[in-house]
């Protein structure tokens, strides 16, 4: 069973625009620094305990009630369940696929069992928290300490570390707290309160223990490239539409994927000129925002959600009511009508308006 060191490096997914030749962006190139078991403070891994295994350190590598639950859901086809020992959860990542049958489960039962023969639980444990994925680009636990807080491993607190441990159960940025404050927070909670169950914090402690602040979101995934300025709105745009196919933020950055969008890059160049030139004389804090859409398709040809990059604001996506914007052009209309600047209309609900003003 090779060490973490030893495993194979994920392979960069590449965004194309539609003549599925040039690049638009890449993405990925793991982001990991691997540290010895000593450099990870002992609140984190208590806190990895409390959030993914509370028997860790009893079990022998395996979770039955949760292989069972697993294996008829697999079987009659139900949602995806939890439930595996983090020794289970090492071995998936760094053997298996994710992929959701009996021959895969029963697989991971074998290794994970010899894992735990072979290994000491420290040593399993320094395996798991190097490798695992945490969001934020980040792969194993000394990345992740930094992309979160900008402290190492081995200062993490236990406040700090059951945020962290947290993310595991959905590291695409479900309980990211720059993305989800409230899940986050709930999350937090539930590792918070494993720890007091587990002994290893009192409950006054626990009361007393302040939410952890962490960094601001970064824009990019680890390693990556054209996720700056508008390119990198558009990626993210991509992104959530790839997730609303199955394919989340780790399989994004690991999985080598070849993905074709229906961004011109005529089209999307025009765009970004006209945004340029129009906008030249206009304050800086004024927004812009624009899409062009193929009629018949549907396609989106050319894309502008601002310069924020991939976790920036969208302007493109979030929308804006027209409000003031056509009353310009309503007043315009009415006076080369001959109705006066000083007329007054009913505006309440259900109105038929006549042709001239009530008075």
């Known amino acids: 069973m090779p060490l973490p060191n030893q495993i194979p490096n994920k392979q960069v997914s590449t965004i194309y625009y539609d003549d599925g030749k040039t690049v638009l962006a890449r993405i990925g190139a793991q982001n990991r620094t691997d540290v010895d078991i000593s450099q990870i403070s002992k609140p984190m891994q208590f806190a990895m305990v409390s959030a993914e295994d509370r028997t860790f350190y009893e079990n022998s590598g395996i979770s039955p009630t949760g292989i069972l639950r697993a294996l008829w859901s697999t079987l009659t086809g139900g949602d995806v369940q939890g439930g595996s020992t983090i020794t289970q959860q090492y071995v998936k990542n760094t053997y298996l696929t994710n992929e959701q049958t009996v021959t895969r489960k029963l697989k991971e039962i074998v290794l994970a069992t010899k894992a735990d023969q072979k290994y000491s639980k420290d040593q399993i444990m320094g395996f798991y928290l190097n490798t695992i994925f945490f969001g934020r680009g980040s792969y194993g ?188 052009y309503a007043l315009a209309e009415a006076i080369s009508q001959g109705i006066s600047i000083k007329s007054v209309w009913n505006g309440s609900d259900n109105q038929t308006f006549p042709t001239s003003p009530s008075r």
């Open 141 to 328: 636990i000394q990345t992740a300490s930094q992309a979160f807080f900008g402290i190492n491993a081995s200062q993490l607190s236990y406040a700090q570390g059951a945020l962290l441990a947290g993310l595991v159960k959905q590291p695409d940025g479900g309980y990211d707290p720059g993305l989800h404050p409230d899940a986050a927070r709930k999350r937090w909670d539930y590792v918070m309160d494993g720890l007091v169950t587990l002994g290893k914090i009192s409950k006054s402690e626990r009361d007393s223990t302040a939410y952890p602040t962490t960094l601001p979101r970064k824009n990019g995934y680890g390693v990556s490239s054209g996720l700056d300025g508008w390119k990198g709105i558009i990626v993210q745009r991509i992104a959530a539409e790839l997730a609303q196919h199955g394919i989340n933020e780790q399989q994004l950055e690991t999985g080598g994927l070849q993905i074709v969008s229906t961004i011109s890059l005529q089209a999307q160049n025009a765009m970004v000129g006209s945004r340029t030139t129009v906008f030249s004389d206009q304050p800086k804090v004024l927004g812009a925002a624009a899409v062009s859409v193929q009629p018949g398709t549907g396609q989106v040809k050319a894309y502008y959600g601002g310069e924020g990059g991939f976790g920036g604001f969208d302007a493109a996506v979030h929308s804006h009511p027209p409000g003031s914007s056509f009353k310009a």
